[in-house]
């Protein structure tokens, strides 16, 4: 099955500064999805990736904090802006190939100091 | 609105003995649902989705649309089943996660 990339694997940032991720599958998928597990949390979906368009955002989620880039079927950008320690949490892409079940990268750890 | 509802956040059991994770979930369509697991310092994996009925590691869920609930079940459990399991919903490839159980099985 494919296989995700996520860079980088883990961060500390400082306050008031941006961190981007990345985000390479294998072979082209569906759909491709960002989500958050913030500590000793489960995980909560940020939003849908979408190729060539404008990511969709899940409630409490805006593109202002957290844009999305998917310029091609395999790729993916998020950013996190602005950062504070509110958002250090580890970070997952994730996949679906066609009627597959999704699958996640490693996850990137971020710590905001 | 979609919800998973796992209520135990840790549970512990004797190597051998049978484990049921529970899972509950609100869902106003046809829910897809999974089993997820996290061994230490792994990734995310599936381990097994509603629709296929299969079997995987031991561990067998049954969905019961009644009760609103996909408890994974294994009757005799393993050190190696040791992880992190979450209970997740697909709503669209979208997933919505419980809060997951660490499942701790000692010697």
């Known amino acids: 099955s494919a296989v995700i990339s996520q860079k980088p694997s883990r961060d500390i940032c400082q306050r008031g500064t941006s961190l981007t991720i990345q985000c390479q599958v294998d072979?082209?998928?569906?759909?491709m999805f960002w989500y958050r597990q913030q500590p000793g949390q489960s995980l909560t979906l940020i939003a849908t990736?979408?190729?060539?368009?404008?990511?969709?955002?899940e409630s409490g989620f805006v593109i202002d904090k957290f844009p999305i880039s998917r310029p091609n079927l395999t790729f993916s950008t998020l950013t996190v802006s602005n950062l504070s320690p509110e958002d250090s949490s580890i970070y997952l892409c994730?996949?679906?190939?066609?009627?597959?079940?999704?699958?996640f990268g490693q996850g990137t750890r971020l710590t905001v100091v | 609105a979609q919800r998973v509802t796992q209520p135990e956040k840790l549970l512990s059991v004797f190597k051998g003995a049978p484990v049921e994770l529970k899972c509950n979930y609100s869902?106003?369509?046809?829910?897809?649902l999974f089993w997820y697991v996290q061994y230490s310092r792994q990734r995310l994996q599936l381990l097994l989705r509603?629709?296929s009925r299969e079997s995987i590691k031991g561990f067998t869920a049954d969905l019961n649309k009644g009760e609103t609930s996909f408890h994974l079940k294994k009757p005799f459990a393993q050190e190696e089943d040791s992880a992190m399991y979450y209970c997740?919903?697909?709503?669209?490839?979208?997933?919505?996660f419980g809060s997951g159980t660490k499942l701790n099985v000692k010697p």
């Open positions: 994730s996949a679906v190939q066609g009627e597959k079940a999704a699958f």
């Open positions: 072979s082209q998928v569906t759909m």
């Open positions: 990736a979408n190729q060539g368009s404008e990511a969709t955002y």
């Open positions: 869902y106003s369509g046809s829910p897809e």
């Open positions: 509603h629709i």
């Open positions: 997740a919903l697909s709503n669209f490839n979208k997933f919505y």
